[in-house]
């Protein structure tokens, strides 16, 4: 926390400029509150064993998503230290540090990717996943270019600066101009810029072909941020008032980034290869699976709560739509058990989770997650509009509230709580967030679709189908 006030930055949020106090402003006060929480539960002795290791430098404790598996414990551990971290917000925080430390812990693992002639990419990712680690510090990241024109690539846009891109290099570094979608969690440390899973470069895209990183106090670079969804009230907003890890646009204004924080430089087959040929992109998704195994069984817990809570639960369809999320709970975790249990070291030394499953498990989630939403307002229905705020209950008509509010399995009060939860959950502009949030935050499920599509080895299936159809009669 002291870190996040003392370190100038530039975030707009309407037409306040916040330079310094982050964690003081209505906009990040709770969710700073929330990430500190996290890192407090390292510090924790009962939890040291899950979520810390030993350095491999200094012998210290630290961070177990920065931990290089070699092994099935360590696998292990990763998953055991993703969860305690998803667990703590229902999964709804998205972007905890562990999923871009596993970006980067399996990145400098394959440093030799990056390595070219005359430039030392190789010993840079590597000493910066060594700084990230030993600091502990928070990453946000920028995958996409600017929403102006998706019809062309970034070099044909009317102003070839719209999307961040190379403007010049020099003897301290690579100076770059324009801007990058989305970042969430904008009060990072520093900001990592890196291609898209899905969104593939041409020779036209040479200068937008690149990887970085950037402190945020860095001279030029801006941080605009959307409306804030949290709240003051920890009862009328449950998870808004904590969790709204935000979202912002990110302005490079003429931004030095400094020789050893560049990792790929005008260079589009690496951009496109980087995710894949480092399985970055397979540690991503194990954290992200782990996340949203969390969540489904927070939804599960939380609808089972309301459907009971109302005398609902003996309902046949009730019943039947419950169990449609519970299934969701079971498929998640089967899908990271089977990564796991068929994990393989890979060419970088890491021991690596089978990326059938969890690839399989990403581009499932963004059509199961709105569908768990809609489960909630069903059985929710008109009580999750029965949620006045917490000031009622000081007020005359308490006596009012208390009668007509309770439930066959809750008073008022807790009844009211309940369903507020739910409603932040699925149906408050923080709900509307998580719902959008399910459906994109990997990618454009579209195209994972169709990338899923290519990469899948159907030739099996299809030899068994040409082989019926071969078959004689009587066979
Ligand atoms: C809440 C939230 C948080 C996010 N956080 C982050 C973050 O922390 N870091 C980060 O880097 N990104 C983040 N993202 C952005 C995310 O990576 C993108 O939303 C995702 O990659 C899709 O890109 P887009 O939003 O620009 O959609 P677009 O690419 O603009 O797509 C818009 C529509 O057009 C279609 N479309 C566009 N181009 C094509 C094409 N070539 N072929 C087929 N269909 C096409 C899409 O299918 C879609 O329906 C976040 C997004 C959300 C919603």
């Known amino acids: 926390m002291a870190r996040l006030d003392s370190t100038p930055r530039e975030i707009w949020y309407g037409n306040e400029r916040i330079t310094r106090d982050v964690s003081k402003h209505k906009a990040f006060s709770g969710v700073a509150r929330s990430v500190a929480a996290l890192y407090d539960m390292q510090s924790r002795e009962d939890l040291a064993e899950v979520m810390t290791y030993a ?237 949203e195994s969390s969540k489904a069984e927070f939804v599960a817990g939380l609808v089972s709560l309301v459907a009971e809570t109302i005398g609902a639960d003996q309902f046949p369809h009730v019943q039947e739509k419950i169990s449609e999320i519970l299934l969701t709970v079971e498929a998640m975790k089967a899908f990271l058990n089977s990564s796991e249990a068929n994990a393989k070291t890979n060419r970088w030394g890491l021991f690596t989770p089978d990326y059938g499953p969890i690839n399989s498990a990403r581009n499932l989630w963004p059509r199961v997650a709105p569908s768990l939403a809609v489960v909630v307002k069903q059985i929710g229905a008109s009580g999750l509009m029965a949620i006045p705020p917490e000031e009622i209950l000081d007020s005359e008509a308490r006596v009012d509230v208390d009668k007509y509010y309770q439930a066959k399995l809750a008073d008022a009060k807790e009844r009211i709580r309940l369903f507020k939860l739910a409603w932040d959950l699925v149906g408050s502009s923080f709900g509307g967030r998580q719902e959008l949030y399910e459906r994109f935050f990997f990618g454009d499920p579209v195209r994972m679709a169709s990338a899923y599509y290519s990469w899948y080895d159907k030739e099996p299936y299809k030899q068994r189908v040409r082989d019926f159809l071969q078959r004689k009669d009587g066979e």
């Open 55 to 291: 350095s491999p430098k200094t012998g210290d404790p630290v961070g177990a998503s920065f931990l290089q598996p070699k092994s099935p414990a360590d696998l292990a551990k990763r998953r055991a230290m993703m969860k305690a971290w998803a667990d703590y917000s229902g999964g709804v925080l998205g972007r905890t540090a562990d999923y871009l430390n596993s970006s980067i812990m399996a990145m400098a693992a394959a440093a030799d990717f990056f390595g070219r002639e005359g430039q030392d990419f190789a010993g840079n990712i590597v000493s910066y996943y060594e700084y990230v680690r030993e600091n502990d510090l928070l990453l946000t990241h920028t995958l996409i270019n600017p929403q102006t024109n998706r019809a062309v690539g970034p070099s044909k846009q009317a102003d070839p600066f719209t999307a961040a891109r190379v403007l010049e290099k020099n003897s301290e570094g690579v100076v770059v101009r324009g801007a990058r979608m989305l970042a969430t969690l904008p009060m990072a440390d520093e900001i990592i810029v890196f291609p898209s899973t899905v969104v593939r470069s041409g020779q036209d895209d040479m200068p937008y072909s690149i990887a970085f990183a950037s402190p945020v106090s860095a001279k030029g670079l801006k941080f605009i941020c959307r409306e804030s969804f949290t709240s003051s009230s920890t009862f009328d907003h449950p998870l808004a008032s904590r969790f709204d890890e935000q979202d912002a646009v990110v302005v490079f204004d003429d931004v030095l980034v400094p020789w050893d924080r560049v990792f790929i430089l005008e260079d589009p087959e690496k951009a496109n290869k980087v995710n894949e040929a480092t399985d970055a992109i397979v540690f991503m998704a194990h954290q992200a699976t782990v996340r």
